[in-house]
């Protein structure tokens, strides 16, 4: 469950803007088609499901951050729950460095584990409050590196908080959560899940539960470990306009689906899918770092235990027609943006058959 956020844009020019070159690497971690339908609780129809995640294709490669956009109930978060394993996929693959990564026992879990971190939107809830920071991260250490003790122990832990810019680190190591402000405790999970030296890092709404003035800071360091450490960093957010900042790729997701994906700067300042264009015309000024609550975007998402046929979008959409009303539309090249990455929008308006429905060519304001 998540918030209503409120977003720190990016001033032109920022750290972080402007897109970078496409990867070099294969991916670290990748679903094909990956699926997710929960059986509707007790009293509802026999058989009935809902659809909350339906054939997502998705990438990470190292030293790259991929946004996971969208409103509330798109989807997103159950994304990283089936990444994370804390659940089973319907459907669909999930691999790491190319190999079925689906974890079968408990050891096979915690080999994986050590691969792909996850950090939660709400830093206090994930710590406990009743011990210390020294406790939390000694426990990870202990789990990922071995019964370190002494000094080898101590600089482990000094390592970690060096991470995350709390520093000098004997200034919080004894801390307990309630004694930190949300900022350190976010950036204190943040070294927790570091402990398992992770290739991977799912982060779902980090920010969003922080203080605005906060936001930004975490972005950097998550933009920091980025590079420093070489990590493949999936963060989902409500937020287009942090997206843009923060991240290289942006896929957009409507009612358990991927509308329309790209480099984040052609996504959020060229948008193609009518959805994603009512998402970045409904998010605050991208040039104002002082955040305001965002409007969410007109209308309402659709029933996903009965979703609509065809495009999911198509009830709220000015120019379905009916084929989006029929045909689920695939994702169709709608060309490349900086550092050749290629750009797709699942939008009849784009497919060259006659009967597609006409969606004019619109820039973002
Ligand atoms: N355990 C569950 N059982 C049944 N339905 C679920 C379960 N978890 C999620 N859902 C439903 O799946 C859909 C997608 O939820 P999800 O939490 O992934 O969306 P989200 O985009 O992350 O939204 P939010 O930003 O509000 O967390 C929603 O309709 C939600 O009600």
């Known amino acids: 469950?998540?918030?209503?956020?409120?977003?720190?844009?990016?001033?032109?020019?920022?750290?972080?803007?402007?897109?970078?070159?496409?990867?070099?690497?294969?991916?670290?971690?990748?679903?094909?088609?990956?699926?997710?339908?929960?059986?509707?609780?007790s009293g509802g129809r026999r058989g009935a499901v809902v659809?909350?995640?339906?054939?997502?294709?998705?990438?990470?490669?190292?030293?790259?951050?991929?946004?996971?956009?969208?409103?509330?109930?798109?989807?997103?978060?159950?994304?990283?729950?089936?990444?994370a394993q804390l659940q089973p996929a319907t459907g669909g693959r999930l691999m790491l460095h190319g190999e079925d990564a689906t974890a079968r026992g408990r050891r096979a879990f915690r080999r994986y584990v050590r691969r792909v971190q996850m950090i939660f939107q709400d830093p206090f809830g994930s710590l406990n409050p009743v011990h210390p920071v020294r406790y939390t991260l000694t426990r990870a250490v202990r789990i990922h590196q071995g019964r370190l003790r002494g000094d080898r122990l101590e600089s482990a832990l000094t390592?970690?908080?060096?991470?995350?810019?709390?520093?000098?680190?004997?200034?919080?190591?004894d801390k307990y959560p309630h004694e930190l402000s949300g900022g350190?405790?976010?950036?204190?999970?943040?070294?927790?899940?570091?402990?398992?030296?992770?290739?991977?890092?799912?982060?779902?709404?980090?920010?969003?539960?922080?203080?605005?003035?906060?936001?930004?800071?975490?972005?950097?360091?998550l933009q920091?470990?980025?590079?420093?450490?070489?990590?493949?960093?999936?963060?989902?957010?409500?937020?287009?306009?942090?997206?843009?900042?923060?991240?290289?790729?942006?896929?957009?997701?409507?009612?358990?689906?991927?509308?329309?994906?790209?480099?984040?700067?052609?996504?959020?300042q060229d948008p193609k899918h009518p959805y994603t264009r009512l998402l970045v015309a409904s998010a605050p000024d991208p040039e104002n770092l002082v955040a305001r609550d965002r409007a969410e975007a007109r209308g309402e998402p659709p029933s996903l235990v009965d979703p609509p046929a065809g495009c999911r979008f198509h009830p709220r959409c000015p120019f379905?027609?009916?084929?989006?009303?029929a045909e689920v539309p695939p994702l169709l090249d709608v060309g490349t943006g900086p550092g050749g990455v290629r750009r797709e929008a699942a939008?009849?308006?784009?497919?060259?058959?006659?009967?597609a429905p006409d969606v004019p060519e619109v820039s973002a304001p």
Request: hydrophobic residues 40%; negative net charge; charged residues 20%.
């Open 320 to 325: 379905a027609n009916a084929l989006c009303r």
């Open 224 to 268: 920091d470990l980025r590079d420093r450490l070489h990590l493949a960093i999936l963060y989902i957010t409500h937020d287009i306009a942090s997206a843009r900042y923060f991240a290289d790729t942006t896929l957009v997701m409507y009612a358990g689906r991927v509308v329309e994906t790209g480099d984040s700067e052609s996504v959020t």
């Open 184 to 221: 350190q405790r976010q950036r204190v999970a943040i070294a927790r899940a570091l402990a398992a030296d992770p290739e991977v890092l799912l982060a779902d709404e980090p920010i969003s539960m922080l203080d605005v003035s906060i936001r930004l800071g975490i972005l950097n360091l």
């Open 347 to 355: 939008c009849w308006g784009f497919s060259d058959r006659d009967d």
């Open 159 to 173: 390592t970690l908080l060096e991470r995350v810019h709390l520093t000098p680190a004997e200034r919080y190591v």
């Open 51 to 83: 659809h909350a995640v339906d054939g997502v294709d998705l990438t990470l490669h190292r030293g790259r951050v991929v946004a996971l956009v969208g409103e509330s109930g798109s989807g997103k978060s159950t994304i990283a729950r089936l990444l």
């Open 1 to 41: 469950m998540s918030t209503h956020i409120s977003v720190p844009g990016a001033p032109a020019g920022a750290p972080g803007t402007g897109p970078r070159p496409g990867p070099s690497e294969p991916p670290v971690l990748e679903t094909v088609g990956l699926t997710k339908h929960y059986p509707v609780g």
